[in-house]
C-alpha cells in the first residue's frame, strides 16, 4: 500500500522577510534617534521663542507705562481728573491691558479701567510738599506674577502729591511649550518622517 501523499507545508511570510530583522531593528534605532534630535531641536526653538515673545512683551508694557504716566502727570497737574479716567480706559482697551488704573496710596484708586472700582473721587488736598521732578523718579518696576501675569507701577510726579502711581497689568506670552498647532505640525512630521522611512525601505527590499 502506498503511503498517503503528506501535502508540502505552505510557509507563510510574515511582515519581514529572512533576515530582515537586524536591519529592522537598525533602521528603528535611527529613525528613534532621528525623531528624538527633532523633538529636541523642536522644543529648543519654541523655547526660545517664547523667551524672546515674553522679553518682548515686557519691553512693550515698560514703554506704555511710561508714556501714560507722562501723559496722566500733566493732566493731573491741571486738575483734569475726568481726563486721566478717560485715558486710563481707553488705553486698557487699545493697548489690550488687563488691568490700568491711579492709586494714591493709604487713600485709594483715582482711576481704573473698570470705573465701578474707583473709590476716590478727587485728589485729596495738597500737601506742602513738592513733587519729586518726573526726572528724579524711578522707571516703572516690572513684576512677575502667577501664570505669566505682568506688573508695572511707575510713581507719578503730582504737585503736592507723593503718594500716587500708575498700575499697568497685562498678561505675559503663555506657555513656553508654544501653541498647540506647532506642537501637533512636529508631531505629525515626526510621523510622515517614520512613515516615509518604512515604504522606502519596503521598496528596496522589493
Same mark, same amino acid.
Given at each position: 500500500?502506498?503511503?498517503? $501523499?503528506?501535502?508540502?507545508?505552505?510557509?507563510?511570510?510574515?511582515? /519581514?522577510?529572512?533576515?530582515?530583522?537586524? #536591519?529592522?531593528?537598525?533602521? +528603528?534605532?535611527?529613525?528613534? /534617534?532621528? #525623531?528624538?534630535?527633532?523633538?529636541?531641536?523642536?522644543?529648543?526653538?519654541?523655547?526660545?521663542?517664547?523667551?524672546? *515673545?515674553?522679553?518682548?512683551?515686557?519691553?512693550?508694557?515698560?514703554?506704555?507705562?511710561?508714556? /501714560?504716566?507722562?501723559?496722566? *502727570?500733566?493732566?493731573? !497737574? !491741571? %486738575?483734569? +481728573?475726568?481726563?486721566?479716567?478717560?485715558?486710563?480706559?481707553?488705553?486698557?482697551?487699545?493697548?489690550?491691558?488687563?488691568?490700568?488704573?491711579?492709586?494714591?496710596d493709604g487713600v485709594? +484708586?483715582?482711576?481704573?479701567?473698570?470705573?465701578?472700582?474707583?473709590?476716590? $473721587?478727587?485728589?485729596?488736598?495738597?500737601?506742602?510738599?513738592?513733587?519729586?521732578? $518726573?526726572?528724579?523718579?524711578?522707571?516703572?518696576?516690572?513684576?512677575?506674577?502667577?501664570?505669566?501675569?505682568?506688573?508695572?507701577?511707575?510713581?507719578?510726579?503730582?504737585?503736592?502729591? !507723593? !503718594? #500716587?502711581?500708575? *498700575?499697568?497689568?497685562?498678561? %505675559?506670552?503663555?506657555?513656553?511649550?508654544?501653541?498647540?498647532? #506647532?506642537?501637533?505640525?512636529?508631531?505629525?512630521?515626526?510621523?510622515?518622517?517614520? %512613515?516615509?522611512l518604512l515604504m522606502?525601505?519596503?521598496?528596496?527590499?522589493?
Open positions: 500500500a502506498h503511503a498517503p $501523499a503528506i501535502a508540502p507545508r505552505v510557509r507563510r511570510r510574515g511582515l /519581514l522577510s529572512h533576515g530582515e530583522g537586524a #536591519v529592522a531593528r537598525v533602521g +528603528i534605532v535611527t529613525a528613534a /534617534l532621528v #525623531v528624538g534630535v527633532l523633538g529636541l531641536s523642536s522644543w529648543w526653538t519654541l523655547r526660545t521663542y517664547h523667551a524672546q *515673545e515674553q522679553a518682548s512683551r515686557e519691553r512693550e508694557l515698560l514703554s506704555v507705562s511710561g508714556v /501714560l504716566s507722562s501723559s496722566i *502727570e500733566s493732566l493731573m !497737574n !491741571n %486738575g483734569d +481728573i475726568t481726563g486721566v479716567r478717560r485715558l486710563v480706559a481707553d488705553a486698557a482697551v487699545f493697548q489690550g491691558l488687563s488691568g490700568c488704573r491711579v492709586v494714591i485709594g +484708586i483715582l482711576a481704573d479701567a473698570e470705573p465701578s472700582r474707583i473709590t476716590v $473721587a478727587r485728589l485729596p488736598e495738597a500737601d506742602n510738599a513738592t513733587a519729586t521732578p $518726573a526726572e528724579v523718579l524711578a522707571t516703572g518696576t516690572l513684576e512677575r506674577g502667577e501664570g505669566g501675569l505682568l506688573r508695572v507701577r511707575t510713581s507719578l510726579a503730582v504737585a503736592g502729591q !507723593n !503718594n #500716587v502711581a500708575l *498700575e499697568v497689568t497685562c498678561a %505675559g506670552s503663555g506657555s513656553a511649550m508654544g501653541p498647540w498647532e #506647532v506642537q501637533a505640525g512636529i508631531a505629525g512630521i515626526a510621523a510622515l518622517g517614520m %512613515g516615509g522606502a525601505y519596503r521598496q528596496m527590499r522589493m
